[in-house]
């Protein structure tokens, strides 16, 4: 009995030490200093012309302005004892802690709209103790120091509902009209939203929103702010959902700012948007080359049902001008330009023919197409052939090479110098993903992200110089102070005379000098171009890629079934046309950047497929380049027999 007694003792000791604790820490709260949430609305992005392009809060609404209801369901699905409690909802949370711990994993959760509305003041999205105990206090602080009507307010103009911010931006977003305006069925489905944006937006998921919104009115009527009928009436409303802001109605934009995002989590920032009044974030982006990007994947793409990746960057500071990481954002939100890696097919080959160049090949340098067998010494083979298995059956320039995008060529070259050297030149010029040393990675079989391929090849458009590819310039608080600003890093890593001469011969891609017994890759695109750009082009069995660059703009387009389901050749046209859009509309009113020839460079007339200097029986001599004093004679220039580690086979 005595030792009941004393448990009780301790029991009512520990409450009553819990409730001056919960007093004294409130008290506290009260008398700190007031948070200056009114100014603390989260981010806003700016394009290079210094235009609001997005932000959380861009368009704020009172909350006696906002649908009531659109309100009562917040309250309902969200925290329905939200006028009760003070910031901590203790009943909720030792009931989803009972759940948890029954079913060995997370079902429940049990924050507040005060705790979510703390967490939406934070930056960063990391979990440790550091970072709860902060929400927690700030917690603490909002209920001490403001009505749950002024809470509310700030919560429902800064909450996420599937990558639009704030109420009012939804509302416009999702059906065109104000959320004054909206009625219980479009309430209820927005109310639904904030739990898991991607899987609740109507647009991206909508069997997902229809189970949410039932849910959400199922709560309404449980907590009598609905009737069942008026629930049923709710439910059964057909809805036209909008998709767009008429300030920003590009279907691919979001791209853009979702990279921007991802891209400041990894800077070093305060750590509280009540520490910087909110955050002004310049970005590299060019609405216009935004607006010419979306505008070709209308004119161009057609299939339905293939995705597509597209950057446009500028290849003298890094920075990305505009970027699609699909068709549609309403239909995907997946960045394939950032996080899908895929087979480069033949695009590797411009990194494989530099790297070339430095080990003391030329433009005019042969070998022989044609059907070949490569023996090792350890009797394994590999077998590669050209596209539709078309072979010259004679020795081949390296600029012909390029132009047929020629694989026996690619091979013999990449065994020539040593698998290794391919893989030491990729990551020179910013490729980041593994890569193994093998035969085929002279043809792209291994995989690589969009924005890497692109950066690589801005290393060719900048005269060897790589730079880091970036989304934002500038961030400052609401006071104007900077907290961050870009710094050029660019470093020279390729020569720019061997530059100047690759840039030369991803030319020949679309030369009609170069048709022989194939055609170049690009062919169908000169009729299309009135400047000059390097162009590659690559195919695989499931993906599309295209990159092609001047002084001003690099552009990369990949194309491709997310599942990886086989494509047909054909489907890669609609890329190149695409490109080409792009391209020419980007410069229409910019003159011919192409590079000044270097001084250790020069031109020569040769056959352009023999590479052979040419005389008055050459039917389409070509200007070929190379570095003064490795210029050919009228003796050919073959390193045929200068393979010793392989044996060729017919």
């Not at 709260?29 to 981010?43: F, Q």
């Not at 937006?201 to 039932?214: A, E, F, G, H, T």
């Not at 494989?352 to 430095?358: F, G, I, K, M, P």
């Amino acid at each position: 009995m005595k030792k009941l007694k004393k448990v009780v003792k301790i029991f009512i000791f520990c409450i009553v030490f819990f409730m001056f604790s919960y007093l004294g820490i409130y008290l506290i709260a009260s008398i700190t200093k007031k948070l200056d949430i009114n100014t603390s609305n989260g981010y806003y992005l700016y394009d290079t012309k210094n235009t609001l392009i997005n932000g959380t809060s861009d368009q704020w609404i009172n909350l006696e302005d906002i649908s009531q209801y659109l309100i009562d369901a917040t309250i309902a699905i969200e925290d329905k004892n939200f006028y009760k409690h003070q910031g901590f909802d203790y009943l909720r949370i030792a009931k989803s802690l009972y759940i948890n711990i029954v079913n060995g994993k997370t079902l429940q959760g049990a924050s507040t709209i005060t705790q979510q509305y703390a967490k939406n003041l934070f930056l960063e999205f990391d979990k440790t103790w550091e970072r709860k105990i902060k929400e927690a206090w700030l917690t603490i602080q909002l209920e001490s120091q403001y009505s749950k009507e002024e809470i509310l307010e700030g919560y429902l103009n800064t909450i996420n509902y599937g990558g639009v911010y704030g109420i009012e931006n939804a509302s416009y977003y999702y059906f065109n009209k104000s959320a004054a305006d909206l009625t219980l069925a479009e309430a209820s489905i927005l109310a639904g939203i904030p739990k898991s944006p991607s899987n609740y937006s109507p647009i991206l998921n909508y069997d997902n929103s229809k189970n949410r919104q039932k849910l959400v009115l199922n709560a309404m009527v449980n907590n009598q702010f609905i009737t069942n009928e008026e629930m049923d009436k709710a439910y059964t409303t057909e809805l036209i959902f909008h998709g767009y802001l008429e300030n920003n109605n590009l279907k691919t934009l979001r791209y853009f700012q979702d990279s921007v995002m991802d891209e400041l989590q990894t800077l070093d920032l305060p750590s509280s948007f009540l520490d910087t009044g909110g955050l002004k974030i310049y970005t590299t982006l060019d609405m216009e080359a935004q607006t010419i990007l979306e505008t070709a994947i209308d004119n161009n793409f057609t299939n339905e049902e293939m995705q597509l990746a597209s950057i446009i960057m500028n290849p003298n500071n890094g920075e990305i001008l505009a970027l699609a990481g699909g068709k549609d954002y309403n239909t995907s939100q997946y960045n394939r330009a950032l996080y899908a890696k895929r087979q480069v097919g033949s695009t590797l080959k411009p990194f494989l023919y530099y790297v070339a160049l430095e080990n003391g090949f030329t433009e005019s340098t042969t070998f022989t197409s044609e059907e070949t067998t490569f023996v090792f010494s350890n009797n394994q083979t590999y077998s590669p052939s050209n596209y539709n298995n078309k072979y010259g059956n004679k020795n081949i320039s390296m600029a012909a090479a390029i132009a047929y995008s020629e694989n026996i060529y690619a091979v013999k070259t990449h065994l020539f110098l040593g698998e290794e050297t391919l893989v030491e030149m990729l990551k020179r010029v910013g490729i980041t993903s593994e890569l193994e040393a093998i035969p085929s990675l002279a043809l792209g079989s291994e995989e690589i992200t969009l924005i890497d391929m692109v950066n690589a090849y801005s290393t060719l458009a900048s005269n060897g110089y790589k730079n880091n590819p970036h989304f934002i310039k500038k961030i400052e608080d609401s006071n104007g102070d900077i907290l961050y600003e870009y710094k050029d890093n660019k470093e020279q890593v390729l020569n720019s005379s061997l530059v100047y001469i690759t840039n030369e011969i991803l030319t020949s891609t679309y030369n009609y000098n170069f048709i022989d017994y194939n055609y170049p890759t690009c062919y169908d695109l000169a009729s299309k171009l009135t400047k000059k750009y390097s162009v590659k082009t690559g195919t695989t069995d499931t993906d599309h890629l295209i990159f092609g660059y001047n002084q001003d703009v690099v552009v990369g387009i990949w194309s491709g079934y997310d599942n990886n389901k086989p494509s047909q050749t054909s489907e890669g046209k609609q890329i190149k046309y695409m490109w080409s859009e792009i391209v020419e509309n980007y410069t229409k009113d910019k003159e011919n950047a192409w590079y000044d020839l270097p001084s250790n460079v020069v031109g020569v007339l040769v056959d352009p497929i023999s590479g052979k200097v040419a005389d008055e029986n050459t039917k389409n001599p070509t200007m070929f380049y190379y570095i003064k004093g490795t210029e050919p004679t009228y003796k050919n220039d073959s390193l045929e027999d200068l393979i010793p580690t392989i044996k060729l086979e017919e």
